[in-house]
């Protein structure tokens, strides 16, 4: 079983670090994939880690998933609240997914209390700040290690 996992990011998430510090911290969409990096190798995992501000190269990826990778940790952004599509997607290819938001998007703008991923969602972080990716990598490990030794 592949021990890869595709980490997804939405729109404007390029701008972390400069884009609304007080809500989502200075750390860099780098600092983010560097985080991803490390967490996957000291948890026997790896990382594809892509951004993107076009709902149809995101959907292309989630397509691209299936097969080839053993879960998705996506942060869908905006789309999050908008985006059947992506929702659908993900159910699609049929992997674990796990929706991770650094701010606490319930603390916020109503719109934002509805996700149409959470549903489908292995497990939903919100609010932890950047380390909500390196705790869906470690909850997937868990997980995937479980997976294989039922298997």
């Known amino acids: 079983m592949s021990r890869t996992v595709l980490v997804l990011n939405g729109p404007?998430?390029?701008l972390l670090g400069t884009?609304?510090?007080a809500t989502y911290g200075r750390e860099t969409l780098a600092d983010v994939s560097a985080l991803c990096s490390r967490s996957a190798a000291?948890?026997?995992l790896e990382v594809d880690f892509r951004q993107t501000?076009?709902?149809g190269e995101l959907l292309d990826w989630i397509h691209q998933a299936r097969g080839r990778y053993a879960a998705i940790v996506i942060n869908p952004a905006a789309w999050t609240h908008t985006s059947v599509a992506i929702r659908d997607a993900l159910v699609a290819v049929e992997l674990p997914v796990i929706e991770v938001h650094i701010s606490n998007v319930h603390?916020?703008?109503s719109f934002r209390h509805h996700s149409y991923v959470s549903s489908i969602a292995l497990a939903v972080l919100c609010g932890f700040g950047i380390n909500g990716y390196r705790l869906a990598l470690e909850h997937l490990a868990q997980w995937l290690s479980t997976q294989e030794q039922s298997a």
Do not use: D, F, T, V
């Open 12 to 14: 404007n998430l390029n």
């Open 42 to 44: 000291q948890l026997g």
């Open 53 to 55: 501000n076009h709902e």
């Open 19 to 21: 884009r609304e510090p």
């Open 107 to 109: 603390a916020r703008e």
